[in-house]
């Protein structure tokens, strides 16, 4: 059985064919990026039109890529929720019109759930076997939550949360702050990699009721004001762009860290994940993923990480997660699913 996947909750239009074993046929995405670059983010009412514009010319490439014609598909996913509600809805309209016309199955995936399952598919081949259990760490430009994952039942709760902004989201304000382009994730990754990561220090933010929550806001406002009293800019001296630049990165991960540490030790000995997930776009940095895996070596898990094509927004990572819920028996009603921008996770629109 084939499953169609289509995401377009945000600035890229993806289109992907998935076989029942898990494996990319192929996996279309249209970035964004250049058309949201010169206003330093993304604006909502440019991201649906982009969506309209590339969706169908971007299903017909998909199907003609994998060798296959609509008659061959046997699912359909599709992203309704969280995201932006006309971004949502130009993929939900066409989701629901493929599977009307064609009287097939529609499962509304949560975007988010799309990223928790993403670290399980392989760039080819079939995708890994789900562990019973894992935790499920998603950070990404608007999300920053650690999941517990339980496969079998796909029962998916959520441990922490960020109580302001997301991981992804300091690193693009931070950037655009002192003049970097959009997104200034990849870019403070880039000029980290030469810098001294002890130069400059920020504060770890603990809360009084010793909750694993992340903050991130502080941080945001020290960086922001070591920026402008050092003056730390796109033009200032290699040495300290690159020093800011891994100290901040450092901050970051530090913190990612130290949550999961928490949660690891407020869990029952014996009941233990067996591995940790991680996922979203920030899970394409390198400083995350080479310290989540040393983390995961001394605490006895395996550490998954999404491979980094499947790290930013992609269609394939919907179409896993749909056909977990398939599996599952969760179909959705094709007529009722409604694109919702604040949709919780495990929650089927
Ligand atoms: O998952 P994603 O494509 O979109 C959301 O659902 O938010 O994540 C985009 C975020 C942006 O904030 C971007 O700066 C960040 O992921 N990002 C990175 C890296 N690559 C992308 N952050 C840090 N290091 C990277 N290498
Ligand atoms: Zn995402």
Not at 113 to 141: M, N, W
Not at 162 to 173: H, M, N, P, S
Not at 194 to 218: I, Q
Request: aromatic share 6%.
């Amino acid at each position: 059985m084939l499953t169609l996947g289509i995401e377009t909750s945000c600035d890229e239009t993806s289109v992907a064919i998935m076989n029942d074993d898990g494996a990319v046929r192929c996996n279309l995405i249209a970035s964004q990026i250049a058309r949201h670059q010169p206003f330093g983010g993304v604006v909502p009412e440019i991201a649906s039109r982009e969506h309209l514009r590339h969706l169908e010319p971007m299903i017909r490439e998909a199907l003609h890529e994998a060798g296959v014609t609509l008659q061959d598909l046997g699912l359909i996913a599709v992203t309704n929720s969280p995201g932006l509600i006309g971004a949502l809805l130009v993929g939900v309209a066409a989701a629901q019109g493929l599977a009307y016309g064609l009287s097939l199955p529609l499962i509304a995936v949560n975007h988010l759930e799309g990223h928790l399952f993403s670290p399980y598919l392989k760039e080819t081949g079939p995708s890994l076997p789900l562990p019973a259990r894992y935790f499920g760490l998603v950070v990404s430009g608007g999300h920053s939550s650690v999941y517990d994952v339980r496969t079998q039942s796909l029962q998916i709760s959520m441990l922490n949360r960020t109580r302001d902004d997301a991981a992804g989201e300091i690193f693009d304000k931070v950037a655009k702050a002192i003049g970097l382009p959009y997104p200034g994730g990849p870019e403070i990754d880039r000029l980290a990699e030469a810098g001294n990561p002890d130069r400059f220090r920020f504060p770890n933010p603990r809360f009084k009721d010793e909750s694993a929550d992340f903050s991130f806001s502080g941080l945001k406002s020290n960086a922001l004001r070591l920026a402008r009293t050092e003056g730390v800019s796109a033009d200032s001296e290699p040495e300290l762009l690159a020093d800011f630049a891994a100290s901040f990165q450092r901050a970051i991960v530090d913190q990612l860290l130290s949550r999961l540490d928490t949660l690891w030790k407020s869990g029952r000995r014996g009941e233990d994940p067996e591995e940790v997930a991680l996922s979203g776009g920030v899970a394409a940095n390198s400083e995350v993923r080479r310290r989540l895996t040393s983390w995961c070596a001394g605490h006895g898990m395996r550490a998954r990480l999404a491979e980094r094509i499947y790290c930013t927004d992609n269609a394939a990572m919907i179409a896993f997660a749909g056909l977990q819920r398939f599996r599952a028996g969760q179909v959705s009603d094709a007529m009722r699913v409604v694109a919702d921008s604040r949709g919780q996770i495990g929650i089927q629109g």
